[in-house]
């Protein structure tokens, strides 16, 4: 089974848009942010994912949540102990055209509302990394 501890900062490291790698044996993750074609890389950063490269072997590679599985786990939010009418209008969000963007912008307007999704969000991602490890790579 995955170490809590370890989830926990892999599934942190991967909401703030990194992408993790975990060293086979002594369990270190090293976070690369997750770099887009055409950006410029800095020069630590590109002597980082160079020494990655040379020893991938030795690491597992945990990459962020698709955005199909964020939009899952909105849809699954939604059908969490919200108000009806909280829950009918963040349904509707993601029906329309950029469901991300409209949920977070109702999320966001209500304070209450948006610190029960970072806590319902943080123990999704730590179940997801979790199950990632566990069946992607027999962690």
């Not at 993750?29 to 950063?45: C, K, L, N, R, W």
């Not at 698709?66 to 909280?86: G, L, P, R």
Request: glycine letters at 2%.
């Amino acid at each position: 089974m995955a170490h809590k501890s370890l989830t926990k900062a892999i599934a942190k490291s991967l909401q703030a848009g990194n992408i993790c790698y975990v060293h086979r044996q002594s369990r270190e993750i090293i976070a690369v942010a997750d770099i887009e074609e055409g950006v410029e890389v800095s020069t630590d950063q590109q002597a980082q994912i160079e020494r990655l490269e040379a020893n991938i072997k030795k690491y597992y590679k945990v990459p962020k949540m698709s955005a199909e599985e964020e939009i899952h786990v909105m849809h699954d939010f939604a059908k969490e102990d919200v108000a009806h009418t909280v829950r009918k209008e963040l349904v509707n969000a993601l029906r329309r055209t950029n469901p991300k963007r409209n949920f977070l912008r109702i999320v966001e307007n209500q304070e209450d509302l948006y610190e029960f999704w970072l806590v319902f969000q943080a123990k999704w991602y730590q179940e997801w990394v979790r199950g990632y490890l566990l069946d992607v790579y027999r962690y």
